[in-house]
């Protein structure tokens, strides 16, 4: 069993390599993940992210800092005050802490959009730039190498309106 599945994946990769051939089709491939890494506007969207992260990070340690500080001042008093104003400050120090959580996620949020927002032109120029070197050479396919990548450029023929006239649909 195992032999005539090896014997089937080897005629199928022959008779793709074969149809490969006879069509022409030109195949090339690139590392996107690489490229990008080596943009000069890449290093400036990276320190601009740090710069942020920095601010953001220095906030929540000041907030945290600052309830800290709250919270030993609260226990230090906590014999003088009744019951009633002990639990009014245990909620407030609650309530403190999911704000500065609830920070923390908005920050988080808001610096991936910035990412985002950062990083799509410098996306966008370097899938142009491949596109360009890959119609100027006379590419059909260029394949991104970059882990979990695809096809960056599909100039050969797209079979899928074929494919549903097969199906009926």
């Known amino acids: 069993m195992k032999q005539i599945k090896t014997l089937l994946i080897a005629a199928a990769l022959f008779f793709a390599a074969t149809t490969i051939t006879n069509a022409q089709t030109k195949v090339a491939h690139i590392s996107t993940s690489e490229l990008i890494q080596a943009m000069p506007q890449m290093k400036t969207a990276q320190a601009e992210m740090e710069k942020i992260g920095k601010t953001y990070e220095a906030d929540i340690t000041a907030m945290r800092t600052e309830l800290q500080n709250k919270m030993k001042r609260f226990e230090g008093e ?3 005050k009744t019951q009633e104003e002990n639990e009014k400050r245990l909620v407030e120090v609650q309530t403190d802490q999911q704000s500065i959580q609830q920070y923390a996620t908005n920050a988080q949020q808001e610096l ?15 899938k142009a730039a491949i596109l360009k070197v890959a119609k100027a050479q006379g590419f059909n396919y260029v394949l991104d190498s970059s882990q979990g990548g695809g096809v960056i450029m599909a100039e050969g023929k797209d079979l899928l309106a074929d494919v549903k006239r097969e199906l009926g649909f």
């Not at 991936?112 to 990083?119: G, H, P, R, V």
């Open 112 to 126: 991936q959009k910035k990412e985002m927002e950062l990083l799509k032109p410098i996306t966008e120029k370097a």
């Open 78 to 80: 906590a014999t003088a």
